[in-house]
C-alpha cells in the first residue's frame, strides 16, 4: 500500500455531503429559475446572500467582498489587476512557498523572487533589504499554517510587515485556507484586520471554503478596500461572467444554517489526533529536522538532511511505495532549499496515525540508504 504524502485535499469524511446534498436539494425544489439563470452582470462582484453570510463571518462589510471559482481563480485575477500597471513586476514570496501562486504570478508577467521563511514567519531583515533596493508590486504571504510549511506568522511579525506596507508602499497579498482550522493556541490577528489601524498599509485577504466545506463548491473570495471588488468583477465578466449562481446559493445557506461552524468544529476534532501522531512520529523517527511545529492545518514539513540528490531521494521513495511531492517545485527560481538537505512537505490530514507512522520510518530508511 502506497503512503501518499503528496497531496493536501480534504479526506471525504471531512466534507458534511450529505448535509451539502440536503441544502442543494431544498434549494432546486423552492428557486430553480434563480439559481439557472445568469448572475446579474455589471460589475457583479458575487451572490448578495453568500456575501453577506462572508462578511458576518469575517466582521466585514459585505461591500468588501468579490466571489471567485476558488482561491486559484483569486490568485489569477489579483495577479492581473496587481501587475497590470504596476511599476515594479517583482512580487516577494515566502521562500517555500504555494507553487501554484507562483506559476500564476509568473503567468503574468510577476518576477517571483523568494525570501527565506523561518519558524515565525518571513525573515524580515532580509525583507527589509530587499525592499531598499526595490519595492514590489505586492508580498505574497500564507500567514496561518502555511502551504508547505506549516509555519504560522507571528503577531509580531504580522505587525512590523503591515507597518512595512504602508512605509514602502506595497500591497500585502494575505491567503487564507487553512486559518479556521487551528487545534491549539489563539489564532493571531489577521494582516487585514491590522491593516485597517495603519495608515497607508494595504493588505488583500483571499479565502476559501475548499478547506472547511467542500472542494466540490469552488466557492473562493477576496475581501479588499473599497474599490478593489468592483475592480475585479471587470476582469472577471470578461472571462467567466461569474461563479455559478447554484453552488454560491449553496454556500449562502451553509453559512445560514450553521453547517460551515459545525463543520469546522468536526474537521479541528478529525484531524487534531493525527496532527498530533504525525508530530510525534517525526520527532521520534526524524529527530530534530521539522521546520516548525504546526497548530493546525494540514502540513508539517521538513529539511531532511541527505547526501543524494532529490530525485535520486524521490525515486526511491517511490519504490517503496512512499509518493512524495518534489520540495524544490515549492521554492521561487532564486531560492532553495538549504544545502545538503531535501525539503519535504508531509501531509497528514488524511492519513491515521499508523500510516503516517510507517510512511516516516520508511522515509527515514530510504533517506540512510541514499547517503
Do not use: W
Not at 5 to 17: H, T
Not at 88 to 97: D, G, I, M, R, Y
Not at 122 to 146: G, H
Not at 344 to 370: D, K, M, N
Amino acid at each position: 500500500m502506497t503512503v501518499h504524502f503528496s497531496r493536501g485535499i480534504p479526506p471525504l469524511e471531512a466534507i458534511p455531503s450529505l448535509a451539502i446534498a440536503e441544502l442543494t436539494g431544498t434549494i432546486l425544489s423552492t428557486e430553480p429559475d434563480r439559481v439557472f439563470q445568469y448572475a446579474p452582470i455589471g460589475h457583479h462582484t458575487g451572490d448578495r446572500e453568500l456575501r453577506d453570510q462572508l462578511g458576518a463571518f469575517h466582521s466585514v462589510d459585505p461591500d468588501r467582498i468579490f466571489v471567485t471559482n476558488g482561491s486559484l481563480q483569486a490568485l489569477d485575477l489579483l495577479a492581473a489587476h496587481l501587475l497590470k500597471d504596476a511599476p515594479s513586476h517583482l512580487v516577494l514570496a515566502e521562500a517555500p512557498t504555494y507553487d501554484r501562486a507562483v506559476q500564476i504570478f509568473e503567468r503574468h508577467g510577476g518576477r517571483v523572487s523568494g525570501v527565506p521563511l523561518r519558524h515565525d514567519g518571513l525573515d524580515l531583515d532580509i525583507l527589509r533589504e530587499r525592499l531598499r533596493t526595490e519595492v514590489p508590486a505586492f508580498v505574497y504571504v500564507i500567514p496561518d499554517f502555511q502551504n508547505p510549511s506549516g509555519v504560522t506568522t507571528s503577531e509580531e511579525k504580522r505587525r512590523e510587515l503591515v507597518r512595512l506596507s504602508a512605509e514602502f508602499g506595497f500591497t500585502i497579498l494575505e491567503d487564507i485556507p487553512y486559518r479556521e482550522l487551528r487545534f491549539d493556541g489563539t489564532a493571531p490577528t489577521l494582516l487585514g484586520e491590522l491593516a485597517d489601524g495603519v495608515d497607508g498599509a494595504r493588505v488583500l485577504t483571499m479565502g476559501s471554503l475548499s478547506k472547511i466545506l467542500s472542494p466540490g463548491l469552488r466557492v473562493g473570495y477576496v475581501i479588499a478596500p473599497p474599490g478593489v471588488p468592483r475592480a475585479l468583477a471587470a476582469l472577471a465578466e470578461s472571462t467567466y461572467l461569474s461563479p455559478a449562481p447554484l453552488l454560491q446559493t449553496v454556500a449562502a445557506r451553509a453559512f445560514e444554517s450553521g453547517l460551515v461552524r459545525q463543520n469546522i468544529e468536526a474537521v479541528r476534532k478529525l484531524l487534531r489526533p493525527r496532527h498530533d501522531a504525525a508530530v510525534e512520529a517525526v520527532r521520534k523517527v526524524l529527530g530534530d529536522v521539522a521546520l516548525c511545529v504546526p497548530e493546525g492545518g494540514y502540513y508539517i514539513s521538513v529539511h531532511l538532511p541527505v547526501r543524494t540528490t532529490e530525485e535520486e531521494l524521490l525515486a526511491a521513495a517511490s519504490a517503496e511505495s512512499i509518493a512524495l511531492t518534489r520540495g524544490s517545485a515549492f521554492y521561487p527560481a532564486d531560492s532553495a532549499p538549504p544545502a545538503g538537505t531535501v525539503f519535504l512537505r508531509l501531509p497528514f490530514q488524511s492519513l491515521g496515525g499508523e500510516e503516517f507512522t510507517a510512511g516516516v520510518t520508511g522515509l527515514a530508511a530510504v533517506a540512510r540508504q541514499a547517503g
